[in-house]
């Protein structure tokens, strides 16, 4: 059975740091592209970062770019979100998505990701 879970997720002040983790059981995180998204109140969910399968290939959304790094352990099964320089508007559910058999590339856009955890939450706040 395919699964991911999130994990990490907390309360921060701005400027603040996180690391999320995602945690895959049913299959091997180095034959799949890894997503992270995000989804605030009231808003659509958006991207975050990716990684290709093969973890050499990352991209990420410019607004979180030069802040967040993505990164995969093969040997854990597990993708990172590391998360510096917080800002009040990265306040979100975070989800992590397994996405196509790619290993040098991947995709910023969910519709090209399958099975999604169930998300763990970012705040950031005074």
């Known amino acids: 059975q395919v699964q991911l879970v999130e994990s990490g997720g907390g309360l921060v002040q701005p400027g603040g740091s996180l690391r999320l983790s995602c945690v895959a059981s049913g299959f091997r995180m180095d034959s799949y592209s890894i997503g992270w998204f995000r989804q605030a109140p009231g808003k659509e969910r958006e991207e975050v970062s990716c990684v290709s399968s093969n973890g050499e290939y990352t991209n990420s959304a410019a607004s979180v770019k030069g802040r967040f790094t993505i990164s995969k352990d093969i040997a854990e099964n597990t993708v990172s979100l590391q998360m510096h320089s917080l800002k009040l508007e990265d306040a979100a559910v975070y989800y992590c998505?397994?996405?196509?058999?790619?290993?040098?590339?991947?995709?910023?856009?969910?519709?090209?990701?399958?099975?999604w955890g169930k998300g763990t939450q970012v705040t950031v706040s005074t």
């Open positions: 998505a397994r996405g196509p058999t790619w290993a040098a590339m991947c995709r910023l856009h969910d519709i090209f990701y399958g099975a």
